[in-house]
């Protein structure tokens, strides 16, 4: 098992969902979601819906992102790693 390419993977994912503090938000939204009052298949239909869109920690705007260029080096290195190993037999 590849660890490396499992935290590089691990790491896109984080950052299409928005970020570290995006992922902090959408935990607590569940953790609200669940602690709320209501059936347990209507705490699963909200959930479900809140998980579908990301937290709201995406740029508005005019505003960049501080740490854009890491993101995408990260992703850069990611799809490299990832064509050489569809290249190795």
């Known amino acids: 098992m590849d660890f490396k390419k499992l935290i590089d993977k691990g790491k896109k ?3 299409d969902r928005g970020g570290v503090d995006s992922l902090k938000e959408d935990a ?3 953790a ?3 602690k709320s009052k209501g059936s347990l298949s209507d705490k699963a239909k909200e959930a479900a819906a809140a998980v579908k869109q990301p937290g ?4 508005t705007g005019q505003e960049r992102h501080p740490n854009r260029q890491a993101t995408n ?4 290195d990611a799809e490299r790693q990832e064509s050489k190993e569809r290249r190795r037999p």
Request: hydrophobic content about 30%; cysteine-free; charged content about 45%.
């Open 32 to 34: 609200d979601i669940a």
């Open 56 to 59: 709201t920690n995406e740029p």
């Open 13 to 15: 994912m984080v950052d």
């Open 28 to 30: 607590q939204e569940l």
């Open 73 to 76: 080096d990260r992703r850069e």
